[in-house]
């Protein structure tokens, strides 16, 4: 029986989080033994937003340094960059022909992001769901993880292939959402309304993957929370919640077991520990870090042979689709 396929993206747009980890990368090794996965570092969706050349390189080594810590086996998993298959952009040409303008306009994520780059808004952010789209269709994905930020856009994701087989016979899988309970959105350690982002202007809102001991300690320490120093599991306490899903994810210990263990004993005692486990959970993965990152023979191996594996999938399919709508095929 043939494996599903999973596909999932991250930008290489800044350090890395902890809610990237909780979220996403630290379940990534564990759909590896049952699952055909694709785990692609998406600078092409990076682009989206103004990017500093050489940082936008440094970053995209970054990310696969961080897949690879993480557990990513590139023996399980094709782990590639967007941009060394160009069928993604191709696929995403053909993609934007059926997709209709109204679907873009109602993006929640266009909307946010319109608000804060004003006039400078590029077609690229307007065009974005598409070119997600095609990184899910290309490799005929039967599931995709996704935060429920994300989940809009696998709808959008899901019509356009729908659509497509409709217009032109069965082609596309119809991918279904992959999304985790507790950690599919670890937030804001400032404010827990929003997610935990690395672009987020306060420093203070995010742990970096790469953090040191003292600025998680620190970090941890001047989290929101509340006036109550009454340890509960509530609504009314957003910025506590957020904290113990975050101890939660990392000790799979249950909430409840959490709030129990920290009765009467105040946020100091409770933040303490919690600093200390996220310290302990992100060391084994910054020392892997830092040993793939003194060795770039080896990214651009990986990277080079990620990319190989990628496009046999991904041609396959463009050129399913290129007969389909009528192209003629290059001799």
């Known amino acids: 029986m043939d494996k599903k396929t999973v596909l999932s993206g991250i930008q290489p747009s800044g350090s890395l989080t902890l809610g990237n980890y909780i979220g996403a990368l630290k379940n990534f090794p564990k759909l590896q033994d049952d699952y055909d996965c694709y785990y692609c570092i998406v600078d092409l969706h990076a682009i989206t937003v103004p990017q500093e050349p050489k940082l936008l390189r440094k970053n995209t080594l970054e990310v696969l340094a961080l897949y690879l810590a993480c557990g990513i086996d590139p023996d399980k998993s094709t782990i590639f960059i967007q941009s060394h298959v160009h069928e993604h952009a191709e696929l995403a040409w053909v993609l934007n022909t059926i997709t209709y303008m109204g679907q873009l306009n109602r993006m929640t994520q266009y909307k946010d992001k319109s608000k804060k780059y004003n006039e400078s808004i590029n077609a690229g952010l307007f065009t974005y769901p598409v070119l997600m789209a095609a990184d899910i269709l290309l490799y005929q994905a039967d599931l995709v993880p996704v935060g429920e930020d994300q989940r809009q856009h696998l709808e959008l994701a899901r019509d356009i292939a729908v659509r497509f087989n409709n217009k032109y016979s069965e082609t596309f899988n119809v991918p279904e959402p992959f999304i985790g309970d507790l950690g599919s959105k670890i937030m804001s350690l400032q404010d827990p309304t929003v997610k935990m982002s690395k672009s987020d202007q306060d420093e203070n809102a995010f742990i970096s993957l790469l953090d040191d001991k003292d600025t998680i300690r620190r970090k941890i320490k001047r989290a929101v929370t509340d006036s109550e120093n009454n340890i509960a599991y509530?609504?009314?306490?957003l910025g506590l919640k957020n904290l113990i899903n975050i101890y939660?994810?990392?000790?799979?210990?249950?909430?409840?077991e959490i709030v129990g263990m920290y009765q009467n004993r105040g946020y100091g005692k409770f933040k303490e520990d919690l600093a200390e486990i996220v310290i302990e959970s992100l060391l084994p993965i910054q020392k892997k870090y830092n040993e793939y990152m003194s060795d770039k023979t080896y990214l651009e191996d990986i990277y080079s042979?990620?990319?190989?594996?990628?496009?046999?999938?991904?041609?396959?399919?463009?050129?399913?689709?290129?007969?389909?709508?009528?192209?003629?095929?290059?001799?």
């Open 305 to 331: 042979l990620g990319a190989s594996k990628a496009e046999r999938k991904a041609s396959k399919t463009l050129k399913k689709v290129y007969k389909k709508i009528g192209f003629v095929a290059k001799k």
């Open 248 to 256: 939660s994810c990392l000790t799979d210990k249950k909430v409840d």
């Open 234 to 237: 509530n609504d009314s306490q």
